[in-house]
Each structure stands twice: as structure tokens, then as C-alpha cells.
């Protein structure tokens, strides 16, 4: 066996000592010598081995106790079982040995990280099941693992490029609102700071390069802005600090992307916070309202946006007074106003709670969460992949609250509907809804619910359940229980949506091979051929043009519009006709960039129909068979998921010069209405050669004109080109890139 050489069992020792620095003072001496006895063990089992960075594996369990200590501040077990949380997997010991040498309560939440290792592929889903199982048994299990997670993306640059994009996407996608979920806000902020830096390295570098040439002028601004709050506050005897804090590269360049809009039209870069402290006699509540009394008294508040959190906390135990007030530059500015104990948890979330509250006696929306969980690990039949969706709707960060007619109130997801709701309130009612009043107006069942309405359930005897229910419900709760009432007729959809591909593929022409039932499967973004019959069968799902789903080639008499597609047939050495099956024996290699070329035979990739994206654009692969790629764009909502669930198929992607071939493009544009514009914007699309246009819409309406322009463009600089010469018409105000390309 291999051994450590002094150099790296002295740098062992030195970050052991970093690492006794930050709880020295938290424990006793026996706690102390548990926590010692727990890296000495830990250490000598991890003797000689190494991470991927080169450095001895043990350094890894020990950062992850210093964030547990340090940025969750949890206890002295909790730390013992993170020095060893790695030991049963990656050595000889078992948890028996854990349990022997320190206790059942360590052994346990080893036991439960032990299971929950690893990426979340198949046979992770399930595992992750399992360990939810345990979830409100004891939540530092999920604790340690956030904890884990955050120091491997803090170390991530020793990873393979396609590794590094699989272990941000998961992160993105499940960790991070996780650890919304439990209301750990740093850590939720510095997974998705990180997920963003390696997902989107370039946008990730171009804003902070913006954020620090504009850096000395933002805080002079700011002290100006909170100078006249510090003194009246002075004046009136309120003890506080007030702070700022710059808003993450992730949520300004995710505002970016959703309003369409460029840095420098986000103004709200920084939040101001006065953080109180408390005074014994008076209710947190009224001293934080007192607060924002003098603030408006300074600053004109904005009537729609103060929000009340203390009043009705968020599902995460989230409590503060937020509210936007015009400052002297012109810009809003928002100030978060709260208690020193309400930012203890407003920082550490659920965490906090754990170091202060007896836990079984510490009652919040946390619990309800766990129950719906619960709910859904009682379904044994649930596929795996369908579990991790309706547990990441459970994951929520937005809610709304809503009330019963005796004015108990309910939290559910943005974007419930009455369904939902009948179905939070009982499974009966759910499966008889026929609808609500709301403000004494009936609604229909899909009725959209919104902040703080009263909602009167309206049930019929005849009413059963409904497939096409699935389509409007927004709770993972309503999904399964919806689901649920399905279960039996389950074979017999199967097979009748076995037939129905069957015969799909048989009016094609086509072969009814295995590669061409993972076509369709791909195109779905399904798991399996069993969940493919089971969603046609049930009517859940459409086939549609199986041609164009199995890859046939379409053409445009105006202008050959080339869609990138499966090559069906190729000449063999000897001039026969080859099956797919057979032409294509070589397969893709994983570890290296897959690169897309416009010029090659037999075309190994496609593009995948729900982003669209054209040469040029920043783009990943999904591997669907060993010897086809689907590309998506690397911000297309898809690729999450598939890089949460499926990480092991992504591949990194890069185009060549496409030239030859033109793509469907759809624009969308704004401004005011003038004589001649619509002329002078053809125009110049028409002096561009290398652009030709499907179809121009324009409308007018009170002097605002909107349009669409449908354009076949060959690659992402001929596009971006003619953006910037569109830009320059007087009258146009935007222009943005809309990726649904039907009219």
C-alpha cells in the first residue's frame, strides 16, 4: 500500500489545525477529543490515497467539517460523521466498525451518505429515495451532503470539461434549490455562483469584469443612498448595522436571460439591509415595521413592492420586511429589514434552527414539505426519473398562500390551480373537484390560484380523475395522487401504446428496430421504452409526424431548409446498401469534444427540436445511442434535467464553419410606429445575401408597433450581425430571439 510522503502528511496536519482554529472555542474538551479521535481515524483509513486534484484524499472531509462548522454551524456529531462520511465508501471499513467506535446516532448519518453518493444516474434516483426515507428522521444527513457538494465544486477544476458541465448541472438543477429549500441562502448563492461559472465561463467572466469596473462608483452611491437612513436611525435611538450586499453574477445574468435585457439595464445590483438589534421588550415584528416607517420618511416607497415575510414567513423559515423605495439617483433601490436572529436564519436557514430549536418540537412549513415527501416514497411503483421531477416540484422557491373557507391558510407552488389545491386539502376532494368559487365567482378546475385567494372546493359524486389533469397541475402532490388513481389500468395502456408505435413506425416504412424506438424515446426526453407506450397508450403523449421523429430529410422549394438528421442508409466498401445499424459501428468517444461538421457523410447528430440551435451557439451533446448525438443549446431548459439525471450521456460540442446550410430563426421586434419601417427593416435583411426571409408580421396598435420576422440564417454571426444593423432603424427599441419558432 501506497504511503503519504512527510511533505503531504505535514500539509495534512496544517489544514487539520486551520480547521481546529474555527471550533476551537465552540466545543468542550471532551467533544474536542471526539472530534480529534474522529480525523485520526479517518485519516489513517485514507492513508495513501489521492484526489483527482493530486492532493491526499483526507482534505476533502476535512473542508467539508469546516463548512459544517463554520457556514452551518452545527454540532459536534454532525462533524465527527463529516470527517467520516467518506470512509465506508471508499475503504475496507463498514458501518459497523463506525458504530463500534463512535456511536449509532454517527454510524447513521454515515449510513445515509453512504447510500446518497455519487452522481445521480438511474441507480442514484433510487438511492436518493431511500435516504429521503430518513429525511425527517434526520435532516443533517441532506446538511452534510449540501456540504459536500459545495466543496467539490470548489475544487472542480481538476475534473474532464464534460465532467465539469455534468457536476454543475446537478448541482444547478437539484443542490442549489435544495439548499433554497432548507434555507441555506449563502450556500444556495455560492453553488449556483459556481454551477454558473463552469457552465457559462465566458458570461460568468464578462460580468464580473463589469461589476469591478463599476465597482468604486456603485459604493459611492451606495454610502450616499444609506447616509441619511444611518442618521435618522441614530437619531431615533434604534440600534443597527446597516450593510450592502451585490446582487450574484448567476441572478443578474438569470434576470438578463428572462427579461431579455443587457447589464447595464439592471439597476437593482445591490440590496441594502439593516439588520436590527433587537430590543427584549418590544415584538421583533413592530420594531421592523418602525424601521421601515422611517425609511419611507426618507425615501418614497414603491406601493407594489413591500413584501411582509415576517408576518407570513416563507416555507423555509424565511422572515424580513422587503421594501423598494425611489433613491436620489433616480434608480429603485431595495432594502431588506430584519432582526439579528431573523438574519441568523435568513443566512443558515434550517440549520440555524437545528443549533437553537429542539427539532421535534420546532414546527414550520418544513414539515409539511416532509409529509409530501413521505407521500411520494409510499408509491413503490414510481419510476425513478418520475420521482426526482416531483420531488424537484417540491423544491419550490416561489409560493403562494392561499386560504380555506374557515381561513386556514395553505402554501402551495406558484402556479397552482384548484386542483391543486383539492388536492393539498384532501385526495377525496381532489378526485371529485369539479371546480371553485373564488370571490364568489366560479372557476373552472385549471383556474390559475393567485396570492391570498379564498378558495370554496366544488366536488360531484361522478367526477373521476382525468389524465389530461396532469397537464395544468403544479404540486407533485396532486401529480401522484392523479397518478395514483391510474395505476391499474397501467399494463393495458402500455399495450396499447405498444401497438400504436408499432403501427406508427410500420405506416413510416420504417424498421421496427431497437435504434428507431430510441429515437422516439429521445425525442420525448423519456427514460424508456415502457414510459414511451405508457404516455401514447394513456393519450398523455402525441406521436405526430413519425417521419420527422426517425430523422427523414424535408425540403422547401424556396430554399433548401437542411435539418441536420439520422442517416438511414450508406454505400459499404463494396457499393451494397448498409442499415444503419451496420454503417455506424464506430462509437463516440465521450471523453473528447464531439465536433459538428457540415460536410460529412453520415451525419452521427441532430439538433434538438426544443432550443433550436443554429451553428455558432454555444451548445452541449446528449449521447442517445452509442453512435448519435442530439445537440441542445447549453441554457436550454432541458439540459438540467438531463445533465441532473442522465450527467453520464452529456459530451462537451463545438461547431466547424457552417456555410451551406440555412436555419429557421425567429425574431421578435419592438418599437414605435413610423412611415417606412417596416420597408427599411426588409430592406436591410434583403442586402444581407446570406439571409432570406420566411415570413415578415407586423402590428400596429396606439403608435407601438410588434413584429416577427422568420428568418433562414446559416450561423449565430449572421444572425448577430444582422441584430446590430436592425438595432440602428430609428423606432426599434428591442429586439429579442424567440425560441418557439411556430407562428
Known amino acids: 500500500m501506497q504511503h503519504f510522503t512527510k511533505s503531504e502528511i505535514s500539509y495534512i496536519e496544517d489544514r487539520y489545525e486551520d480547521f481546529l482554529k474555527v471550533i476551537q472555542d465552540k466545543f468542550d474538551e471532551e467533544r474536542m477529543a471526539r472530534i480529534d479521535k474522529a480525523f485520526r481515524f479517518a485519516n ?3 492513508d495513501g490515497i489521492k484526489r483527482k486534484s493530486g492532493e491526499p484524499y483526507i482534505i476533502h472531509p476535512i473542508a467539508v467539517a469546516k463548512i459544517v462548522a463554520q457556514k452551518l454551524g452545527l454540532g459536534a456529531t454532525t462533524i465527527v460523521a463529516s470527517l467520516l462520511h467518506d470512509v465506508v465508501e471508499d475503504t475496507e471499513y463498514r458501518i459497523t466498525d463506525i458504530e463500534n467506535m463512535f456511536d449509532s446516532k454517527v454510524a447513521n448519518i454515515v449510513d445515509g451518505l453512504t447510500k446518497l ?9 433510487l438511492t436518493l429515495k431511500k435516504i429521503l426515507m430518513t429525511l425527517s428522521d434526520d435532516v443533517r444527513v441532506i446538511l452534510i451532503k449540501i456540504a459536500d457538494r459545495l466543496h467539490n465544486m470548489q475544487t472542480l477544476d481538476s475534473m474532464l470539461p464534460q465532467k465539469k458541465l455534468k457536476i454543475a448541472g446537478e448541482t444547478l438543477f437539484l443542490y442549489a434549490p435544495l439548499a433554497h429549500r432548507l434555507g441555506l441562502y449563502a450556500i444556495k448563492s455560492e453553488l449556483e455562483e459556481l454551477s454558473f461559472k463552469y457552465k457559462h465561463p465566458e458570461e460568468y467572466n464578462r460580468i464580473i469584469y463589469q461589476l469591478h469596473n463599476q465597482e468604486e462608483k456603485r459604493n459611492y452611491l451606495v454610502e450616499e443612498f444609506i447616509k441619511p437612513i444611518k442618521d435618522r436611525l441614530k437619531t431615533e435611538n434604534i440600534y443597527c448595522n446597516v450593510t450592502h450586499r451585490l446582487k450574484s453574477t448567476y441572478s443578474i445574468w438569470e434576470k438578463m436571460q428572462k427579461k431579455g435585457v443587457t447589464f447595464d439595464e439592471i439597476y437593482d445590483l445591490q440590496a441594502i439591509r439593516i439588520i436590527i438589534k433587537a430590543k427584549p421588550d418590544i415584538s421583533e415584528k413592530r420594531q421592523c415595521f418602525d424601521v421601515m416607517s422611517i425609511v419611507t420618511d426618507v425615501y418614497k416607497p414603491k406601493p407594489d413592492r413591500i413584501r411582509d415575510w415576517i408576518t407570513v414567513p416563507k416555507a423555509n423559515g424565511y422572515e424580513s420586511l422587503h421594501v423598494t423605495v425611489m433613491g436620489p439617483q433616480g434608480k429603485w433601490v431595495e432594502i431588506q429589514i430584519r432582526t439579528e436572529r431573523m438574519d441568523e436564519v435568513a443566512e443558515h436557514g434550517f440549520a440555524a434552527h437545528y443549533r437553537y430549536k429542539d427539532i421535534s418540537n420546532y414546527e414550520n412549513e418544513l414539515d409539511t414539505w416532509i409529509e409530501r415527501i413521505r407521500e411520494q416514497l409510499r408509491n413503490p411503483d414510481i419510476d425513478a426519473f418520475e420521482f426526482l421531477d416531483d420531488f424537484k416540484l417540491n423544491l419550490f422557491a416561489t409560493e403562494i398562500h392561499v386560504f380555506t373557507p374557515k381561513g386556514e391558510m395553505i402554501s402551495l407552488p406558484q402556479g397552482s390551480t384548484v386542483a391543486d389545491f383539492a388536492y393539498e386539502i384532501h385526495t377525496d376532494l381532489g378526485n371529485k373537484c369539479i371546480g371553485a368559487k373564488i370571490n364568489l365567482k366560479l372557476v373552472s378546475i385549471s383556474h390559475i390560484l393567485q396570492n391570498g385567494d379564498q378558495i370554496e372546493i366544488l366536488s360531484s359524486e361522478s367526477q373521476v380523475p382525468k389524465l389530461e389533469w396532469l397537464k395544468f397541475v403544479s404540486s407533485a402532490k396532486a401529480r401522484t395522487k392523479i397518478k395514483d388513481s391510474f395505476k391499474l389500468e397501467k399494463s393495458e395502456h402500455i399495450e396499447k401504446g405498444k401497438i400504436a408505435v408499432e403501427e406508427a413506425i410500420k405506416n413510416a416504412k420504417a424498421p421496427l428496430t431497437a435504434n428507431n424506438l430510441k429515437k422516439i424515446i429521445a425525442h ?4 424508456n421504452k415502457e414510459q414511451l407506450y405508457s404516455d401514447i397508450g394513456t393519450g398523455f403523449l402525441e406521436l405526430g409526424n413519425i417521419n420527422d421523429i426517425l430523422g427523414k430529410k424535408a425540403e422547401n422549394k424556396l430554399i433548401k431548409y437542411w435539418n441536420i438528421t439520422f442517416s438511414r442508409k450508406k454505400k459499404g466498401e463494396h457499393g451494397e446498401i448498409e442499415t444503419e445499424e451496420e454503417a455506424t459501428g464506430k462509437k463516440i468517444d465521450k471523453r473528447k469534444t464531439f465536433v459538428l461538421k457540415e460536410a460529412q457523410d453520415n451525419i452521427t447528430f441532430s439538433l434538438a427540436k426544443c432550443c433550436n440551435p443554429i451553428p455558432g451557439e454555444k451548445v452541449i451533446g446528449y449521447l442517445s445511442t452509442d453512435d448519435h448525438v442530439i445537440i441542445h443549446k447549453t441554457e436550454c431548459n432541458k439540459v438540467a434535467k438531463l445533465l441532473s439525471s442522465q450527467g453520464e450521456r452529456i459530451i462537451t460540442a463545438e461547431w466547424t464553419k ?11 421586434l419592438e418599437g414605435f410606429d413610423r412611415l417606412g419601417i417596416v420597408n427599411e427593416v426588409t430592406n436591410i435583411i434583403s442586402k444581407v445575401h446570406t439571409i432570406n426571409m420566411r415570413s415578415v408580421k407586423f402590428d400596429t396598435h396606439d403608435g407601438i408597433f410588434e413584429g416577427d420576422l422568420f428568418l433562414y440564417v446559416h450561423n449565430a454571426e449572421d ?9 440602428k432603424i430609428k423606432g426599434i427599441d428591442s429586439i429579442s430571439r424567440v425560441e418557439i419558432l411556430n407562428d
Open 117 to 125: 453518493s455519487g452522481d445521480f444516474d438511474l441507480s442514484q434516483a
Open 44 to 46: 489513517a483509513a485514507h
Open 524 to 527: 420525448f426526453n423519456l427514460n
Open 719 to 727: 444572425l448577430d450581425n444582422l441584430v446590430i444593423q436592425l438595432e
Open 658 to 668: 457552417f456555410k451551406k446550410h440555412a436555419y429557421l430563426r425567429r425574431l421578435r
